[in-house]
């Protein structure tokens, strides 16, 4: 059904905000409204059960490389994790205890998933059409789908003719069974480095596909069993501790990238040397596992067992990419061939194709999609010009590294207070003006001309097209990113209390 088809004579059902999607932001957002009052939301998830990321994400090995103390809610920190990097399953329970401590599962439904989104200016609504043709309108419409929510699959010559399996490890099920099996891993970021062990493993043989070497630095793992968990939960003040700890630790390396600190990134380059030359003795291997471009440019990545895996007499490694597919296997970018049974996809996800699966369309018509191009901007990676009352969570250049849920509290707190703002000026919709827009994105632009992520050499998910602008990456650290989102000048939006709307300049919010 599109968007632009009539009402008909039912009234939508209307809610004053709708929050799209499950995972840490959906949960975040609802306890955000909670707290100032806000009653009336539904939240919209596609699948059966919250999650997000870590609902899709269950291949072996799979658990989140921050640690498990920073990553999680600063509300609910968490003293039963089972190690300081938390396996998928205990993220995923983690999730499902927060959300019934919130009081908030009745709010959710699943198997609901939004499909178009269009503003009404008339009536400062935006009316919802989902995959089932229902309708809704809300009056504050909050996207929490996620950055790393579409898989990035390629599309190769052969694929289809290919006799053996193919799929990606967020499509990853209990019944796929890799013994006796040759078996090729395509990719080497935090997906590949966790499951190639797995697969070396289980597998007759493994292709190891590394056509760009990540930095894999040591792993500091530690496991924690029932006397930890009982020490945790009764000293929450360590769990403060440790998170502050790993909270300045992040802060002082994003910045030292942000500023291509010399010495701190030669410092980080002798760790991954030392970590590699330990694990790898064939000097070839080193070379194809040598990254031609400067730490954090692209995203290191944390295994004590990854090299070791390549390293092992039944692992073949290439250094070039996969060009087509056979019946039998796969053929590499340099002619080789590889008679495979299974191909995994350890592709990753579609990091700067922002919301790509919802069609946004805001004042007179706009499409958030043609309006962004190839290079999705937004004000603080929250609001977009020309799209009152939507509000966004991980959008345009928000990652700073460490713990995105740091990101996803400080945007939701942001969307709390503007909806408060909003409603206590008596307006009907709040937006950001194209000059504050403009304003921002030019400051991004210059901060992140001298970074890592852009002078470092590196092709990465980071920038469109793997080579253009950064659009994922915010050009500084956690703490400067909440910083920012709690000081907003009210100069920067539009308040409307009617059609054309009406602007006021005075005030700071969160000041």
Known sequence: MSIHEPRTHHQPEFHDAVIVGAGFSGISAARELLNTGRQDFLILERAAEIGGVWRENRYPNAACDVPAHLYSLSFALNPNWSSNFAPWWEIQSYMEDVVDGLGVRDRIRYDTELVAARWDEDAAVWHLVLADATRLDCRNLISAVGALSRPSIPDLPGMGEFAGAIFHTAEWHDGIDLTGKRVVVVGAGASAVQVVPYVVDHAAAT???????????????????????????????????????????????????????????????????????????????????????????RRPVVSNAFYPALADARTEVWDVGIAAFTPDGVVGADGREWAADVVILATGFRGTELFEGVEYLGREGRSLRETWGAEPEAYKGTLVEGFPNLYLTTGPNTQASGSIIGIIEAQTRMIADLIDLCEHRGATALSVTAEAQARYNHWLAEEMAGTVWEAGGCSSWYRAGGTGKVVTKFPGALEDFERITQDIELSDLELSTDVGGARETSERVGA
């Open 207 to 297: 292709l190891a596909v590394v056509r760009t070497a990540p930095y894999v630095m040591p792993k500091p793992e530690e496991l924690y069993g029932e006397f930890e968990k009982a020490f945790f939960a009764s000293h929450p003040e360590e769990l403060l501790a440790r998170r502050e700890k790993e909270y300045t630790g992040f802060n002082v390396s994003t910045r030292a990238q942000a500023a291509m600190d010399e010495d701190f990134l030669r410092a980080r380059e002798a760790d991954w040397r030392a970590h590699l030359d330990a694990s790898v003795s064939d000097p070839a291997l080193r070379e194809i596992l040598t990254p031609d471009y400067r730490w954090g440019c």
